[in-house]
Every structure is written in structure tokens, then in C-alpha cells.
């Protein structure tokens, strides 16, 4: 199975600035889309979803906020008199007894101290229940999609390395799984991209790895992808990769057992995070029958030996 | 891997008539199925998932209604006096306080104006509260089922082009992502079907993929059959296509982030949606170390300097 | 890529009884597992998931009793005198009382004519609120999760022929989605058994298809195996096919696009249900554009012409 | 076909101790990370969903009485005097009463005996109530998830075989699901490790199986590596099994079709869990129809005709 190597699919093949990095370490793009009509880029479930935690709560309670107010508006319009049990004499106190009253409906709380009288106070309100079953659950919905997401970082070691592997050499990288919960049928992919000899082009291509999928992932995973004479990479110098501005782009997918959700995660490694002659440090140590891992050390690399 | 050739799978490969389009641009299909059972046709849970919003809300609002309506029959046959605080003395009145009651117990909301007093009504006020729980959970959990429904659009370009690829010609559309969530492991599949030579019937055909997936899709993304001396369109004309009725078939596979789910997507292209010796013009430019996309020209080609 | 010969999976392929069929029409299987330790197979959600809707609300109605009843009693031994506003004197009055403040309670209804009174019933009352929102969360959870349990059933034809196909003989059989929800990527897979020549024992074979998957099955779809050389079925005849005791297999998995859930589903073929030297009848008719299939006709097949 | 040698992926290939097993009879890894960052370690979601039913049913408990703790402790500084039909005159009883005014209200229970008075106290039970709802949102959400979360425990025989198997040997495992919910596209995968000749390092090996995939699984399926010229196992003796410290990792994967979640188990096996030269008992036997397994006999092998 060769390495294939493919079209720019939307990383930008063409006329590269200097120091351009198609993905930053965190895995994000350096990509921009421009010129697309507001309604296409519309996607209130996603913003609802990927906001910070502070932005979610602030618009819940903004909504809560906006709605009573008009609920009390609209009870206000109808006549407070048809709200039982309410004293107040003011405007003010009046609104604020219509507010309340309108957020006791909304949660279906309805201590009723102050209930509904006549028909239309009583149709808007049971509307108004309705709607906020309705509403409170989509916000709830939200809350736990966005709680159970999984929150699981794979950590990826900060530089790669070129090493000897079974006579020829490999570039690896290192990934580690810092909490817990159990990463299942985790699958690699490595990329690389690289300017054409004496072209501002890029040419990109898909490596082959030693091994792209593990069953499960205890502790610590590198990834290797062997040099041979196959490879895009075979003969290429540490030069060559800081000249040919070479971006080492990898992708990890993993079944997460605790949210059953699959996870992917992005990294990416430029010429001048690649270590040549270095090994990985082996992290392991065997204590009271089990295997202790040490997950300080995943940057750690080793160049006694090596040339 | 030579492309394959099969069966009609259902998108009708006999005695067609002129201008059929087995999948429409929007990804619908021109089939319809008859003399369906009822009973087999049903599915509710589908309907209400696919309706629109507004009968989507139509029908809460009739369902709440109906219910409390049937509700307040019930009180009042037992007898509006088992319920305390109501003081209406008209039949329509007492309707309308064990209507609005109902309400108040179907929303759990319980303001105690109005509360139920003695065993039947007891009983039907403790089933009605339970029932009300039960179906505002199915209301609600369909309501987010819909909203977390992935809205994500994938955009076609609105023609296909064919041009040289490699040595040899390619057909090529192009598709964008307009939205800002991410879709991950993008899998495509293209078929072609035509009339047979000096027939009426129509073969299929499965066409290979430069590549037929990306791991990630990042913006734009350009899909290329090689039109080899394995492809089935290995040397038919512009004609040819004209007179054949090719119509290819394009599908998408995604995984969206934001709501965990997988999203499929289809378009198809008719021997006059595609361009002959054109290419797509490429969109991206770097400006301050990102690359920007101009989604806009999805569909812009360029036709100098081929043939 | 040849048929594979495989072992038994647990379908039985020793001293099989006459009319022995392993799987059943429907799907279901002929097999029983015996002597599981009972709390090996306790499954309360694959049950409480699976049962008939009419049993389903039958618990539900017979815990929301007994936690009621419970509660009450709790609330009786506490003293009904902590109970505001109740005015009954007998005990079964008392007892009434306290079940229906209980169902208020536990539905968080909360008219408040009846209140609870003093430390013990106040710390009663609020816990049963708490467990009432937790266990009527997992009854609703579990109703949705029943309700949007995609009903899809995929139509198997009663019958399947054996055909000419491609200059040699072919095994067909026809499915339907009579739904108008979408199915996409179905897979088959197809198996046959028969007994080992001049024994008891069975032998199990996977059989290749003219095409496994489909991306999307918007109508009807023949599944085609091929008899070739390589099939197991080469050059069997009818009479053995009923002497051997020939059992296919047929098993598809599709998504659903509705409910975004993975659907399974199968059912089997004895030789009394194979029609030898038939081809089904094509069930399509081009109207105004459109492609009408008549699903009513899924059994229909046609022997004139065929040997 | 060949079996794949890979590196060690997080398992321990160095300076292992005598006794060491890498996976534990239940599944378990025999590893420990260490020194990893409290907030990378930090997996709220996870934790609340694989702790005990005891400990989340005690922090739920906890988390309401806190809660309210804290609210009633807000209520008594506004002063209980904005709480109407409260009537306690100690300090004890006015918290008391803020208390479970505060549960009614979290709850949305709200009997309306004691309701809020005044702008400050309202503003509190406002938010409240809507916290409330989102909490126990969360948490009902959180006890859903566990629930539904597939209890299904697939069992592994407790010892593997080594049996003669199509002309050479196969090392074989039997799985049983003893529940009623059917697992679908069950995958077995299998590997074995041992120390390299005169070594302390051990190799890692994936073993090719007869069948690494059943579509479904009715009953008992007997996993099968057969040892043939290609795996790592060929001419390997019980010996060698022990001196090398052979052990077996095998892991499931299936599609449990109640909770339409995926299930992944594993299990190991050691050099001294292996008997040689023995076959496992066949389980079934036909009755009325329908073929009768004896899951008890999962272990249950037959040594006699073998050598």
C-alpha cells in the first residue's frame, strides 16, 4: 500500500505566505470563509452548543429575563385585577407583582398567592405554562448535551521525532489520554504537506503508519510512520523539511465509553517542532504488579546513541 | 479496483420517460410508492421529527387544547362543585374555570385557586398531572430532537466541469460548508447512470474517487472521478452525454461535531449542468497568516487555456 | 474474493430436528438459552424498552400507585394533623387525603389546599418532590426513548427465485422500505446452511452479493447473489436444495435518518420458499415525471420465459 | 493475510515483573497514570456516570440539601418576614421554614402556603425556580444516562483451548450474552503477547482470525485463531506458553440493539488458563423446534480423542 497523495481539499495549495500553518497546535484552522450569506452560516444549535459556559447562562437568564417581562406586559395590558392576591398600588409595584407572577407560571412553580382570574388572564397563562415546559426543556436539552459532551483531551506530545525504526527511520509523535474514561478503537491519520521542489505549491500527501488503530488506549500511543523508500519523506533532510516548509497534520478519532459520543482531535507539527535523532523516552515502570505510567514525561526524548 | 456496474436499485432503469431525474438538485427523489397499506405507511415519530415548525407548534397547541377540553368534560360531569374556589355560575363559566384547572394540573403548574376536593376528582386530577408529565416529556423531547437535528447544509456547486486531470480529464464538482460547525470524516460516493446503447434502458455505474473521504473539511472541497481507461465515460463526448442522459449522482457522508450526529446529503447533475473543458477557479488567498475562502465563488470556473 | 465457509455461531450444527429452522420469518430465532443464573440475565432497561406499550403504561400507572399509597402511609404514621387543610375524619378519608397530597407531591402539582405542617412531614414531602422529578424524569426518558425506537420495518419478499443472471444463474430476493423516512447506507449480508453431504451436521457459508450496500434505498432493492463457480449453491438442484435442508439468511442494517438511529433487521428462506427458474416481476411506471413503484407487488414474480 | 507485529501501545513492553498481566480477567488494565495535572485529570461527566448507584443517589442528596442550605440561608437575611404564612417564632423554626419553602420552590412544587413578598425575595425564588429546573434537568439527565447505559456483560470462558482445528491447531475462546437484547456486528479482536527468545522485552502480535465478525449473536460463539505457518504461535509449545508468559488480549465490540449504543468488553488470558489439546463442549441440543443451549456449560471442554 503506497502512500497517496492527494489534492488540496480546501487547506490551501496555492501561493503560500511565509510562516502559514494550515493547523495550529490546537488543531484549529487558519482558515477563513468569507462572503457567505448571514442565513447559509446560520447555526443557532451550534452556537448554542460551543458558547462558554458564562455566554450560556447569561442568555438563559437574558431570556428568562425578556419573557417575563413581556408576559408581565401583556397581564399588565389585560388589567392586574385579574391577577388575585396582588397588593401593590404603583405601576411599579404592579409590574413587579405581573413579573413575578410570570415567572411562578413559567417554571410551573404557581405558589398561587397570586392566581389568574377571568378568561383572558387565564388563557395567556396557561399558554404561557405551556410555552415554558416547552422552552425550559429545550434549555435543559441544551445544558446536558453540552455537560455530557465529551470533555476528554487527548494530549499531544509538543514536538515529533525522527528515529531509527527497524532499520530505516520513523517520524513519531506521541499521544497521551490524561484522564480515566476509556478511549475505544482509536484510529490515527497523518498527513503532511510540503512545498513542490522549486514551486510555491503545495503538494499533500497521507502516510502510511505503522499501526493507525488501536483497540483500546490505556496510557501512552506514538505513532509512527516508517521512512522507506515508499514514503514522500524517504531522503528528505533536515533542510529540506525547514526549506520545504513541511506541516505534519494528525487526526484521532476515539469512541469515548463514558459520554458513547466519538471524539476527534487535531494536531499538527511544523520543521522546526521535529527533533532529528531522537527517540521517545519509554515512560513505563513496573511497581506492585501494575504498570505506572509516568504522563510528565511525554515530551521527553532521548539522543545518546543516536546520530 | 475497476469501477463497478450494477443493478437498478430502485431509481427505475426501464422505459424511462424524456426528461426524468431520478434525484432532484435539492437531494429528493422523483419516486413515489403506491398502494402502501396504511398501516405500513405510518410512522409518527417521523412525521412529527420532519414536519415543519409551525405545524410542529400547530399541533401542541391543538393537542394541549383537545386534552384540556376532554379534561374539563370530565370535571364537570363529576361535578364543577368538587372543585374548590371556582365561582362561576353559568355553564360556561364553570367550563371554563375546570378547563383552565386542567391546564394548571396538565402543566404540574397547581396555582390552588382552584384545587379538586373529593375522591373522582381527586383521581382524575392525579391521572390527568401524570399524564401531563409523561406526554409534555414526549412533547419536549421531540421538540429537541428537532432543534439538535444537524441544520448543517452542505452547498453543491450548481454545475459539474470536465477537465484535464492528471494526462487524462476528470469530472469535478465542488462542495462548501458554509457553516462554521465542523464536519468530520466526509465520505463521498458518485454514480452515474445512462441509457444502454440503442436502448431505452438504463445502466449504473459506481464511479472511483481521487479520494472519497477527507478527515476533516475544513471549506471547500473539490471531487474528482478520474476518467481513466476504467471509467465508464472513458471517451464519451459532450454528445454522448446529451444523448445518453447521463445523470450522475453525488452523496455525502458527515460526522457533525456540534450535535454528535451523522448527516447525509445528495445532489445529482444532468448532461446540461456540466461544463466541458472548464476548470473551478480557486478561491482561497492569504491575507495576515490565514487563508481566506471566498465561498461566494462556489461556482466559478474558468474556461481559458483549455480546450 | 470467495464465499466463506464458516463454523457455527451458535445456530445449532449438530442432530438438527426435521422442520428445524434457525431463523424464524420475522427475525426472531428458534433458539433458548437455558440455565442463566437469574441475575446474569436481569436487564431492566432492554425490558422496560422492549415490552408492549400496554404494559408499559400498566407499570407506570401501578408505581405512580404504590408510590402514592407508600407516601401516604408515611404521611398517616407522621399524623395527617401535619397536613394543612385536610378535613377528613375517618381514616379512609385521612388515608385519601394524604395519597392525593402525595400525588401532588410527587408530580410537584403542589396546589397547596393541602400543605404539609412541621418538621418531619416537611422533610418527607421534600424528598418525595425530589424523587418524584427523578423517577417521572426516567419514566419520560424512557417513554422517549420507546416512542423514537425507529419503527422502520423493512419488507422482506415472502419468497425468493432463483433466476438466470449475467449468463448464470442467480439467488434474488426483494426488500422494501414502505416508509417515507430515509434509509441510508443498507448493508446485506447474506448466509446459507444445509447439511453436509450424506451427514446430520450442517455447514454454514457466507455468500457474496452483486452489491452489499446501497447508499440510499428510496424504493426497492433486489439482492443479488451470483452462483458461480465459487458459490457454494453451484450447480445444486432443486431436490437437493430440499433434501440438504437449505436455510438462507438475510440480514440488513441501515441507517435511519429520522430517529439517527442504526436499524437491524432479518428474516430467513427454506428451500419450500424458493421459486426455481422465476424473476421478479419490475414494479416501476414512469408518470409525469415521476417513477411510480408499486410496492404491492414486492411477491410478484414471473416464470414465462425461463426454463 | 499475514498476522501484524506492532509496537507496544501503552502496555508495557520493558522490565516486566514476573507475575505481571496486562489486562485483568474482567478487563481491566493493570495500569496507572501518574503525575498528570489535577485539572487534565478532571472528568466531572465521567465520574457522575461511572460512580456507583449508592454514591450518585448520595450526591444528588447531598447537592439538594445544600442547596436549599444555602437558598434558606438567603431568605433569612432578606428576612422571613417576605415569606407570607410562615409562623415559626425561633430562629430553628424560621430557617426551617425558609428551608423548605426553598425545596418547594427548587422543585417547582410551590404549595403556595408560604410564598415569596416583596422585590428581593421574589427576585431569589425566581432565579431559584429556574435553577432548579436546570439542575434537576442535569441531574435527571445524568440518572437517564445511567441507566440506559448497556448493562449488558458479554461472558468469557474462563479458560481458552487449544484443539486440532481444520487439519492444524487453533486456539479457541468461547463468549456467551446471556441476556434476552439482541448484540449485533459483534467484532472480536485478538492479540498475544510473550517475551522475545532470551529477552526481557515482550513482542506484541495480532492474530487473524476465522471470523473477526458475527452479524449477530444468538447465543455462544467460539472465537477461533488457527495456528497455521503464519502466526506467531506456530510450533510454540505449552512450554513455551509459560516460560514466554504468554498472554492473550481479547476484546469485543457490539451493537446493542435496546440501548442503540455500541458495547465494548475485553478479557485475557494467561499461559496457565490455556489447556492443550482439548475441544469445547457443544452446548445445544434440539426440543420442540427450537434449539436449547446450556450457557452453564460455557466452560465445560472434552480432552478425550485428543492428544
New interface residues.
Partial sequence: MEE?K??D?????????N??R?VNKDGS?????????FF???????NL??MSWLNFFGY??LG?FVI?FSFAAIYMSIGVDHL?GTSGTTGIDQF?EAF?FS???I???????V???G?AT?IV??IE??L???S??????????R???????I?YSDIGVIAPYQNINGFMIRV?N?????L??VNA?LSVSFRKEGSQHREFHNLKL??NM?????????I?HPIDEKSPLYKMTEKEFEKRKVEFIV?L?A?D??????L?S?SSYKADEIIWGAKFT?L?Q?KN?????????LNSYDQSGLQ
Fill in positions: 497517496k492527494f489534492n481539499f480546501g487547506l490551501g495549495e496555492k501561493s503560500e505566505s510562516g502559514y494550515a484552522f487558519n482558515i477563513l470563509k468569507t462572503n457567505i450569506p447559509e452560516k446560520l447555526n443557532f444549535f451550534h452548543v460551543t438563559i437568564l428568562y417575563n388575585t413587579s413575578f415567572a411562578q407560571t417554571t410551573t412553580l404557581g405558589y398561587g398567592r392566581a389568574p382570574l378568561l387565564n397563562a396557561a405554562s405551556m415554558g415546559l416547552l425550559f426543556a429545550l434549555a435543559t436539552g441544551l445544558l446536558y448535551g455537560f455530557s459532551k465529551s470533555p476528554t483531551k494530549k497521551v490524561p484522564q480515566n474514561n476509556e475505544l478503537e491519520d505503522e499501526r488501536v483497540f483500546f488506549f490505556p496510557s501512552v500511543w506514538t509512527v487526526m478519532k469512541f465509553a463514558s459520554s458513547s459520543q466519538t476527534y487535531r519509554y513505563g513496573h504488579g501494575k504498570l505506572h505510567i509516568d504522563v510528565s514525561g
